[in-house]
């Protein structure tokens, strides 16, 4: 039997999450908190039932922008998605429930962010990669893992005097997380949305942001599920070039996480050929392939909505320009649409 997620079985779908391998943290409901509570999208939390035991799960946020297009996407916003089911019966009857939905609601598309191929008849994108590797138990060992040139890079951090911590609210987060995506000509999300994620993610949780003679440099939203952790949103200033702020931040991301007994570094996902994935591939982490599938409705094709498309460009350029203050007030309108 396919059911709807209602607040008072968050605990058993997460439950679910929790001892299932192929789950992620962007499969907790907490998401459906966020997403409703920060950008009003409507969420279709699928779950399959057998004898009272849920056996299967698939997020899903309908995403209707007269900008952007109109989408069922698992998950919106997050790096990872799809259907994550204990058997075959039961990712069928999801897979085809969602179908189902996605012809209901009109949508162009119903986009599934899966990390492996589910099904090979559907058109997938192959845009995405990952970057996944296991830490050392020892904090130096990973220091010493690192590519020698990218290592070089992390030690100028310190020897420049960059100091970390962690803070409590998501003040400076914003300030340097919304600076960096100005000068990358990307709509910043509203202070609103990190607030929601702290909020609702408490303890899983933590932002770390780094500091030189009491500036801020830099600042990262990590998120912490089982043994791994995911270091999400983060950004510096225009001071963290030059101190090598962003390798210091990551370095100290990991350095925190093994003092944590964490295994598992997450570097999320990057477009090939683009900046971020360079940067993650200096750190000696192996690009993991994205198989983003589709489940064609009204579109005649895969919708295109990424800053590599050629008709981006223009307005990339622009917004690069914009005052800070005004990029932070304009963006969010643009940004809860760009899941």
């Not at 001892?19 to 699928?46: D, I, M, Q």
């Not at 058997?87 to 949508?107: I, P, R, T, Y």
């Not at 420049?160 to 987060?173: H, K, P, Y």
Request: glycine share 8%; proline share 4%.
């Amino acid at each position: 039997m396919i059911k709807v997620l209602e607040a008072a079985d968050y605990g058993l779908w997460d439950d679910f999450v929790q001892n299932c391998p192929e789950a992620t943290f962007f499969h907790l409901s907490g998401w459906k908190t966020v997403l409703e509570r920060a950008f009003g999208h409507r969420c279709h939390y699928l779950y399959a039932e057998q004898d009272g035991v849920v056996t299967g799960i698939f997020p899903l946020v309908h995403v209707n922008s007269r900008l952007f297009g109109n989408n069922l996407v698992s998950t919106a916003f997050c790096v990872y998605g799809g259907i994550v089911a204990s058997n075959l019966q039961s990712h069928a009857e999801l897979d085809a429930k969602a179908c189902q939905l996605a012809e209901e609601l009109g949508v162009d598309s119903l986009e599934i962010r899966n990390r492996q191929r589910q099904n090979t008849a559907r058109p997938y994108k192959d845009l995405y990669v990952t970057f996944r590797k296991q830490l050392e138990p020892e904090i130096e060992k990973n220091l010493l893992a690192i590519p020698r040139k990218q290592r070089a890079m992390v030690r100028k951090g310190i020897e420049a005097g960059l100091t970390s911590t962690v803070d409590a609210g998501v003040d400076r987060l914003y300030r340097a997380y919304s600076e960096s995506v100005r000068n990358l000509g990307t709509p910043v999300f509203s202070k609103k949305y990190f607030q929601t994620l702290k909020d609702v993610f408490n303890d899983r949780c933590e932002v770390v942001s780094i500091e030189h003679e009491g500036r801020l440099i830099a600042s990262v939203m990590n998120f912490y599920f089982r043994n791994e952790v995911l270091p999400y949103y983060g950004g510096g200033t225009e001071l963290a070039r030059d101190l090598k702020g962003n390798d210091f931040m990551y370095w100290e991301v990991m350095r925190r996480a093994v003092e944590k007994g964490v295994t598992v570094f997450d570097y999320g996902r990057s477009k090939v050929g683009t900046g971020s994935y360079s940067f993650k591939k200096n750190w000696g982490f192996t690009p993991e392939p994205l198989y983003y599938e589709y489940h064609l409705v009204k579109a005649e094709a895969m919708p295109d909505i990424n800053p590599l498309n050629p008709k981006y460009q223009r307005f990339i350029a622009a917004w690069k320009r914009l005052p800070l203050p005004v990029s932070q007030f304009i963006g969010p309108f643009l940004s809860k649409d760009l899941g």
